[in-house]
């Protein structure tokens, strides 16, 4: 292949999002909000097009003191429907570019399939799997038949856990959905929400959302970012359509649960959930009955997948197995007819590797001395 990449004119911008985030294997993390929220953090935002039309978002981030620094290309390349070898070849002219344009590495956390051979296609490359950026490398998915209705959903469902979702709703559970394309219409087992005028309703419950999460994260012992952060990007994300938040309330509207999820390539990513401990024992199976009613969502949308999201963690990469701590959550998702699905995972090409490691050096005693800081801060004293 013999492309060279260039920056976007600004009406490729325009339209980027239907060629990297609604095309087959797309993801959010390649569009232009994900592209805006990085840059509030202090990333450079780098829009690269192919002249096929093809395109990759990168996130550069330089070094001040001794130049260079590294481009990360967030679930990017995306497969666009291509095969493994092209979407490696398009690795590696990005790769040629940010070499021209003096960066010292290049990290890639595309979703491809392991079963692509596209791991070995890299090294060849010289790319090697380095840690993920994310929470997990590999996802737990449930394949969704084209046309399929509710009760071809359902078959694969475990029946305790249908057991369960049914008797949320008898309790008279209801699921309330903060979509920016539902405008008027809406499905059968879904709310619109009340209150006011749909965004205004969204950033409230974007609020209520992150309490979830705070809690939920001093239970499991993982930290959240900043609410405001938080709420900006999940509120760029809801306007361009690409995410979702369905809240699980009870008959008496009391909040009992809630998830956000995305919608990218031809997919529903289940991306965060959190629920209220307080109220599981009164109203059992309000995580449950969300996770079908996110089902029934991608299925009516026409999407091939619901993506459960992964149960893997750092140091423990392989399939869960009974008695370890993540087998419980991948029973759970099992119990919807999930499957595993072992992902390429991520992958770094150092293009200088002296400043690469001087770089990571400084970085590494710039955190060290920002953690003794801390600690001497903290002490006490007058």
């Known amino acids: 292949?013999?492309?060279?990449?260039?920056?976007?004119?600004?009406?490729?911008?325009?339209?980027?999002?239907?060629?990297?985030?609604?095309?087959?294997?797309?993801?959010?993390?390649?569009?232009?909000?994900?592209a805006a929220h990085r840059a509030r953090s202090g990333a450079r935002p780098r829009h690269?097009?192919?002249?096929?039309?093809?395109?990759?978002?990168?996130?550069?981030?330089?070094?001040?003191?001794?130049?260079?620094?590294?481009?990360?290309?967030?679930?990017?390349p995306v497969a666009a429907g291509e095969p493994a070898t092209r979407t490696a070849?398009?690795?590696?002219?990005?790769?040629?570019?940010?070499?021209?344009?003096?960066?010292?590495?290049?990290?890639?956390?595309?979703?491809?399939?392991?079963?692509?051979?596209?791991?070995?296609?890299?090294?060849?490359?010289?790319?090697?799997?380095?840690?993920?950026?994310?929470?997990?490398?590999?996802?737990?998915?449930?394949?969704?038949?084209?046309?399929?209705?509710?009760?071809?959903?359902?078959?694969?469902?475990?029946?305790a856990t249908r057991q369960r979702f049914g008797s949320a709703e008898r309790r008279g559970a209801r699921v309330v959905r903060y979509d920016a394309l539902a405008g008027s219409r809406t499905l059968p087992g879904f709310e619109a929400p009340s209150g006011g005028a749909a965004g205004a309703a969204a950033r409230a419950a974007f609020a209520r959302f992150h309490g979830l999460l705070v809690a939920t994260g001093e239970r499991r012992g993982f930290a959240i970012g900043p609410l405001e952060a938080a709420v900006a990007w999940w509120t760029a994300a809801f306007e361009a359509g690409h995410l979702v938040l369905l809240e699980v309330r009870s008959r008496e509207d009391d909040l009992l649960a809630a998830a956000i999820l995305y919608r990218h390539g031809r997919?529903?990513?289940?991306?965060?959930?959190g629920?209220?401990?307080?109220?599981?024992?009164?109203?059992?199976g309000a995580i449950h009955l969300l996770l079908w009613r996110a089902l029934q969502?991608?299925?009516?949308?026409?999407?091939?997948?619901?993506?459960?999201?992964?149960?893997?963690?750092?140091?423990?990469?392989?399939?869960?197995?009974?008695g370890e701590p993540?087998?419980?959550?991948?029973?759970?998702?099992?119990?919807?007819?999930?499957?595993?699905?072992?992902?390429?995972?991520?992958?770094?090409?150092?293009?200088?590797?002296?400043?690469?490691l001087l770089g990571a050096a400084l970085a590494g005693a710039a955190r060290c001395a920002g953690r003794g800081r801390a600690r001497s801060g903290g002490s006490g004293g007058g």
């Open 89 to 159: 070849e398009r690795l590696a002219a990005v790769a040629a570019w940010a070499r021209a344009a003096g960066l010292d590495a290049v990290l890639s956390d595309a979703e491809i399939p392991a079963a692509t051979g596209y791991a070995a296609l890299l090294a060849e490359l010289g790319f090697r799997p380095v840690e993920e950026v994310g929470p997990s490398r590999h996802r737990v998915a449930v394949p969704i038949p084209a046309g399929a209705d509710d009760a071809a959903l359902l078959e694969p469902i475990a029946k």
């Open 297 to 322: 969502l991608a299925a009516r949308e026409g999407r091939a997948e619901l993506d459960l999201g992964g149960v893997d963690v750092a140091g423990a990469r392989d399939e869960p197995r009974p």
């Open 326 to 356: 993540m087998w419980g959550l991948y029973e759970f998702k099992r119990s919807f007819g999930g499957r595993w699905v072992e992902m390429s995972g991520a992958h770094e090409a150092v293009l200088r590797p002296v400043r690469h």
């Open 48 to 76: 690269l097009v192919f002249p096929s039309g093809f395109a990759v978002l990168g996130l550069e981030r330089r070094r001040p003191l001794i130049g260079g620094g590294r481009l990360y290309l967030p679930r990017g």
């Open 275 to 284: 629920d209220r401990v307080e109220l599981r024992h009164a109203h059992p």
């Open 1 to 34: 292949m013999n492309e060279p990449l260039r920056e976007a004119r600004p009406d490729e911008i325009a339209g980027w999002d239907a060629r990297t985030v609604d095309v087959p294997g797309g993801d959010v993390q390649q569009s232009r909000a994900w």
């Open 267 to 273: 997919r529903l990513s289940y991306a965060h959930s």
